[in-house]
């Protein structure tokens, strides 16, 4: 534009520094019509903050200058700008510092590769304007020291070549804030921001990294501190709609003092506040908080530090008093009495960081000076140098971004007794440590939104507890969710799952869905009820058989005894015996052995019994026959053939039931089909084949038997055994009809209880319908058991 720009602090030296900071945080709107040349820029509302950073700089410059260790001989001279925050401004007085401030009407002839008029700028607060002075200057390699501008994007080299800073980057800041909200388990809160780069940048940082950690926000506003009231109102709206507790606040100082006008104003409280290191520890904005608003607030700050020194410098304005002096002091002022935001030395922590940058300057500079010609640029020289400010113990380096290691008090706001704000230290956040480890809070009592003792709540959704998963609601964040029960046989142990596990095929799960639970294993034992009957039941049909028994073998002589082959009835009845207890291998825990022997031992005997049946009836028709004339059918079915018969009929079943075994056994399994919270212990079958096989012989032999006792049902009925054992075959065939539809659709060990009583039903029936005749004639009707009444021609009537 052509105005020549003067510093407000300025002194002459060897060496000069310049300095950029805000001595004003705003100004007054200007409309520019580009017809005439705009005005300068009208700056307002003094910052004593930036002036007490400046007096920083000056301190340090004035120890260094009576250094006899440090740039000896060299006196360091500095000249101080005045930015108001404004970015077009910075870059004016960037030129200004770089170029010097002469005015060039004409071409100049002086040479345009000479050195920059400044060696070092230190400077400036925010993010926003140091980015620009950046910008600018970073071509020149001039280096940019800056103690309060935080924005992650300053680490980036290849825009930035020249700026280095001494306070940490929001890189750090921006993760610390969000693993600090996740381990108070806030999962819903609401976020503002300064509408700059600061806060714009370190909010994004925070956004991405409170994603992967689970943390929703509600909401996310900005605004700047220019803004029109209306914008803070829709901002103060979008807040009361909320549902959330919590604010993360991603703001500077001036900001957040806009704010607090405006949130007392609305009576704005009992949220819990999250801050960044620009106002957290800022006094001033604590002692503007009248109303409380900010009482509880957690955050992070710059470690505390103390430059010895420095509190008299500042409060002895007499180093304002120079010749170029632009600022209303005489230097006469005496400020020991007077407590306002200038004579406040809570920004100690910032103060050190102006302190450390303008030592890390002069150890560059001293070494350029000390190596003659054999030393890289100031930017590198600086980002070498590791030093340490020998009289408060405090070593300060670079990495190769430029930055600072990044470490961090965790403050807490607790109100005293008299309405003053103490900034607690609660905890440390150092990122040199392990990833578990940064994050260190120590165990004191914390104070929060409205003095509660109580961590706050801040959640979209309560936490699903065991037993339940979560189930997103659409359109909402992720945060946001409805707890539905685990379905059966599904679990989860852990709060907040997102699924259920299937438990696996042994196990179900409980009744609250937390836990898998072994599941029970049926299968029909001697101590349920069902089965103590089934064998009491086979226990009697054995005691019956065997009392039969006895009745035969003591009449054995008898005529009843006699007529129809005894031989073949005491086999008979030895059979129905093995029949009888062959049930009570199905009873209890499957085995090995228990399963091959089930289903072969009832094979076995019940071809032993229904081949007795069909050689007793056979000798029936062959009788009768046998006293036709001429006819020689005793020779050939005689004893020794009705025995040949019953062996031959029992041996095919015996090899049918060894190949079964060899090829494909029974063998014990474990059902979990039947029933969704029970193992149905069971024997499979092996080979299906084998066992129709063994089922299908049996049924063969019954057909015969029951055909051969059809065709003798009216031979002389003395003598006539076959109407019994048509009789007992049907009970025989009926109950084995009807047990392959009712095994079929019996569930478990209901299946196993239809096939015993499919046993035992048909060994009653033969029992009783061929024997117990008998017996009654034997023991009640003993005048009827002769050898006349056997060959009388008169029916018997038993009953």
């Known amino acids: 534009i052509g105005d020549p720009e003067n510093p407000l602090l300025s002194k002459d030296g060897d060496i000069i520094l310049g300095g950029m900071f805000s001595f004003h945080t705003s100004w007054k709107d200007r409309k520019d019509t580009y017809t005439h040349k705009p005005l300068p820029l009208q700056c307002t509302s003094l910052n004593f903050r930036d002036l007490q950073f400046a007096q920083a700089m000056l301190f340090a410059i004035e120890e260094i200058n009576n250094s006899t260790d440090l740039l000896p001989g060299v006196t360091l001279g500095y000249k101080i700008f005045n930015t108001c925050g404004n970015v077009a401004r910075s870059v004016g007085l960037t030129l200004a510092l770089a170029n010097g401030n002469e005015i060039v009407s004409v071409p100049s002839k002086a040479s345009c590769t000479r050195p920059a008029h400044v060696q070092a700028i230190m400077g400036e607060t925010s993010s926003s304007p140091t980015i620009a002075i950046a910008t600018v200057i970073g071509p020149f390699y001039v280096p940019v020291i800056s103690h309060f501008a935080t924005c992650a994007c300053l680490s980036d080299k290849t825009k930035y070549p020249s700026f280095l800073r001494t306070i940490p980057s929001d890189y750090y800041q921006s993760r610390a804030l969000a693993h600090l909200v996740k381990y108070f388990g806030w999962t819903w809160v609401g976020a503002i921001r300064t509408n700059n780069d600061y806060g714009n940048n370190g909010m994004a940082t925070f956004t991405e990294t409170a994603q992967r950690l689970g943390i929703c926000l509600e909401y996310s506003v900005s605004f700047f501190r220019t803004d029109p009231s209306d914008k803070i109102r829709e901002i103060i709206r979008t807040i009361k709609a909320s549902t959330s507790k919590v604010i993360v606040a991603f703001l500077s100082h001036k900001e957040m003092d806009v704010l607090i006008h405006e949130f007392s104003y609305h009576n704005l409280s009992g949220y819990q506040w999250v801050g960044s290191e620009s106002w957290i520890f800022d006094s001033q904005t604590a002692k503007m908080d009248i109303h409380h608003i900010l009482d509880g607030a957690i955050g992070l700050s710059i470690p505390k530090a103390h430059v010895t020194g420095l509190r008299e410098f500042i409060l002895d304005v007499k180093s304002l008093n120079s010749s170029n002096n632009e600022l209303e002091c005489t230097g006469d002022e005496d400020l020991n009495g007077v407590k306002n935001s200038f004579t406040d030395m809570s920004l100690m922590p910032i103060f050190n960081n102006v302190y450390k940058g303008v030592y890390a300057v002069a150890h560059a500079l001293h070494n350029t000076v000390s190596c003659n010609k054999t030393c890289s640029n100031n930017v590198h020289s600086i980002r070498k140098k590791n030093f340490s400010k020998k009289k408060e113990g405090d070593e300060v380096y670079f990495n190769e971004n430029g930055d600072p290691a990044a470490k961090y008090e965790i403050i807490n706001w607790q109100p005293r007794e008299n309405g003053i704000v103490e900034f607690v230290t609660v905890g440390l956040y150092d990122t040199s440590l392990a990833a578990e480890k940064q994050l260190n809070l120590q165990n004191k009592s914390l104070i929060w939104a409205r003095n509660s003792k109580q961590v706050p709540v801040s959640v979209c959704s309560e936490k699903c507890p065991p037993g339940k998963r979560k189930v997103l609601q659409k359109g909402r964040p992720v945060c946001c969710y409805d707890c539905i029960r685990c379905a059966e046989g599904e679990i989860s142990n852990i709060t907040d799952s997102a699924t259920c596990v299937r438990c696996l095929p042994e196990f179900w799960s409980n009744e609250r869905r937390d836990t898998c639970i072994k599941k029970e294993a049926v299968f029909l034992s001697y101590e349920e009820i069902m089965g103590a009957l089934l064998t009491a039941a086979s226990l009697f049909g054995t005691c019956m058989t065997a009392s039969v028994i006895l009745i ?248």
Not at 636 to 655: D, K, S, Y
Not at 660 to 675: A, G, R, V
């Open 552 to 799: 035969f073998f003591k009449y054995r002589k008898t005529s009843i005894v006699r007529a129809n082959n005894s031989e073949l009835s005491f086999l008979l009845l030895f059979s129905l015996i093995l029949c009888f207890l062959c049930s009570l291998t199905f009873i209890g825990k499957p085995s090995d052995w228990s399963c091959m022997l089930r289903h072969t031992a009832f094979g076995i005997t019940f071809v032993l019994c229904i081949s007795c049946l069909l050689g007793k009836t056979m000798v029936v028709l062959m009788a009768f026959r046998a006293t036709l004339p001429g006819s020689n059918v005793k020779k050939w079915f005689g004893h020794a053939q009705q025995r040949l018969c019953v062996l031959g009929f029992t041996l095919i079943q015996v090899i049918i039931c060894i190949i079964w075994l060899t090829t494909s056994p029974p063998f014990p399994s474990k059902n979990f089909k039947e029933f969704k919270d029970k193992i149905i212990l069971e024997c499979a079958l092996g080979s299906a084949v084998g066992y129709w096989a063994v089922i299908g012989y049996i049924g063969i032999l019954a057909m015969l038997c029951f055909i051969f006792a059809f065709l003798a049902r009216k031979l002389p009925d003395n003598f006539n055994e076959a109407k019994f054992i048509t009789f007992s075959m049907l009970i025989f065939c009926a109950v084995w009809i009807t047990f392959i539809p009712a095994y079929v659709s019996s569930p478990g060990k209901f299946s196993v209880a239809v096939e015993i009583f499919a046993i035992l039903a048909s060994s009653f029936g033969l029992l009783i319908c061929i024997f117990i005749p008998k017996c009654y004639i034997i023991l009640m009707k003993p005048e009827k058991n002769t050898k006349k009444n056997m060959m009388g021609k008169k029916s018997l009537h038993l009953f």
